[in-house]
């Protein structure tokens, strides 16, 4: 099973300020077709995940453009631009490459 | 608008069995692979199982194999998932979601809300 590792578990932010989130993949989440497997979720208190960034950098239709996904391989980030208040929750980021699809732990993003 | 309600949750004791429903509406649903992702309170996110567009192919979670099996009735646009030996490990709030592609490989484009499984004598 690919295992996701991401750091740090929780990240106190400032508004206004940068933030970043690290994921990495104990294999290669790089395909053949030339796309990367991973992807990022929010979930906010009370709700259900909702989807960030997909193939490693593509937003999601509606999701603001402070949000931003790098990475290859094994080793992927999340950054958010300029923190808002509305960006608190558990960020977490999923390889669906292969079965079974997993999960990192969660990032735990809350104001300062 | 794109909407995946699931049903079936509730409280069973242990070696028990229940079936979830995911009813969907605002795709075709008979375009796309499903999955069903769990969530144990005040836990991450686990995935169960996937199923493909025509249902032809399935996939589970070890945790999982051998006791729960995914479906779908395309003609009622709705996944299942059937859940067989029921242990406590498996309470946890259950979601479905959608990949955008007939295959199982990408991204969960969108989620249902979730319904709650309690396992507990």
């Known amino acids: 099973d690919i295992v996701m590792a991401q750091s740090p578990i929780s990240l106190p932010v400032t508004p206004g300020e940068p933030a970043s989130i690290s994921c990495r993949s104990s294999?290669?989440?790089?395909?053949?077709?030339?796309?990367?497997?991973v992807n990022w979720y929010l979930q906010k208190a009370g709700q259900s995940p909702h989807l960030l960034i997909y193939?490693?950098?593509r937003r999601a239709s509606g999701v603001p453009d402070r949000f931003s996904g790098s990475g290859s391989g094994t080793d992927f980030t999340l950054k958010i631009s300029r923190v808002e208040a509305e960006d608190v929750g558990v960020y977490y980021c999923?390889?669906?490459?292969?079965?079974?699809?997993?999960f990192g732990q969660g990032t735990k993003v809350e104001i300062k | 608008e794109v909407q995946l309600l699931e049903s079936g949750g509730g409280f069973v004791q242990p070696g028990g069995s229940l079936r979830l429903s995911c009813e969907v509406s605002?795709?075709?649903?008979?375009?796309?692979?499903m999955n069903w992702v769990r969530q144990p309170p005040g836990k991450g996110l686990e995935w169960v199982s996937s199923?493909?567009?025509?249902?032809?192919?399935?996939f589970y979670a070890d945790s999982v194999k051998g006791r729960f099996t995914i479906s779908r009735d395309n003609s009622k646009n709705t996944l299942f998932l059937q859940m067989n030996s029921l242990r406590a490990e498996d309470t946890a709030l259950y979601y479905c979601?959608?990949?955008?592609?007939?295959?199982?490989?990408?991204?969960?484009?969108?989620w249902g809300q979730g319904t709650l499984l309690t396992v507990s004598s």
């Open positions: 979601a959608k990949l955008p592609v007939s295959f199982v490989r990408g991204w969960y484009d969108f």
């Open positions: 605002g795709f075709t649903f008979s375009e796309y692979a």
């Open positions: 199923i493909s567009d025509s249902g032809d192919t399935t």
């Open positions: 294999q290669s989440l790089l395909h053949r077709d030339g796309y990367n497997y």
């Open positions: 193939l490693a950098s």
């Open positions: 999923m390889q669906a490459l292969q079965t079974p699809h997993t």
